[in-house]
T-cell receptor
Framework: NAGVMQNPRHLVRRRGQEARLRCSPM?????VYWYRQLPEEGLKFMVY????????ESGMPKERFSAEFPKEGPSILRIQQVVRGDSAAYFC?????????????????FGEGSRLTVL | GENVEQHPSTLSVQEGDSAVIKCTYS??????FPWYKQELGKRPQLIID?????GEKKDQRIAVTLNKTAKHFSLHITETQPEDSAVYFC????????????FGTGTRLKVLA
């Protein structure tokens, strides 16, 4: 069972370009979370999605950032017109859906992260 | 809004000593509290978790305690080893319908040989 897959692992963009980060959750998981981690800092919640639905995007910047999790395919975090301050590691995590999973641990499984560098 | 505070931000201990990291959460509806370990350049990985119906849980050298009244939970690592050096994050889930996971700001633990 493959874990959470993120790509690209490293992405370099110039200011003003677009960045697209992809996340394929673990098999059987229908919940995806995106977190941003600046160097030497913690995991900041950005958005929580289920298939075709955004459940909570309270951590997403109001402009330039968007996320989707289509019925088919990976979840995508899109950053338009990137600025230097967007340079960070972006982690995706997935879970099966804690509340209705009898005996489930509720564990979030993280991908290896996508490291965005904006020049 | 929801918040998880974590202390200390950095912690250095001698090999073999114990390390304690503390977290406080704001939403009394939280009922699941995991701890993650992140080694340099790697992804966070779950090391132990506790549910609100339990006061303490232990797994070998690692233990977690929960005080629901005070809304505190703590990670205890005994007999620390150099490989315990990493950043540790606490988290809490909020049962407000979305159960997003809010993480603490992290504790960088250094175990000195």
């Amino acid at each position: 069972n493959a874990g959470v897959m993120q790509n690209p692992r490293h992405l370099v963009r110039r200011r003003g370009q677009e960045a697209r980060l992809r996340c394929s959750p673990m098999k059987g998981h229908s919940h995806v979370y995106w977190y941003r981690q600046l160097p030497e800092e913690g995991l900041k919640f950005m958005v929580y999605l289920q298939k075709e639905n955004i459940i909570d995007e309270s951590g997403m910047p109001k402009e330039r950032f968007s996320a989707e999790f289509p019925k088919e395919g990976p979840s995508i975090l899109r950053i338009q017109q990137v600025v230097r301050g967007d340079s960070a590691a972006y982690f995706c995590a997935s879970s099966p859906g804690l509340r209705t999973t009898l005996g489930g641990t509720g564990e979030l499984f993280f991908g290896e992260g996508s490291r965005l560098t904006v020049l | 809004g929801e918040n998880v505070e974590q202390h200390p931000s950095t912690l250095s201990v001698q090999e073999g000593d114990s390390a304690v990291i503390k977290c406080t959460y704001s939403d009394s509806a939280s009922n699941y509290f995991p701890w993650y370990k992140q080694e340099l350049g790697k992804r966070p990985q779950l090391i132990i978790d506790i549910r609100s119906n339990v006061g303490e849980k232990k797994d070998q050298r690692i233990a977690v305690t929960l005080n629901k009244t005070a809304k505190h939970f703590s990670l205890h690592i005994t007999e620390t080893q150099p490989e315990d050096s990493a950043v540790y994050f606490c988290a809490a889930t909020f049962t407000s319908g979305t159960y997003k996971y809010i993480f603490g700001t992290g504790t960088r633990l250094k175990v000195l040989a």
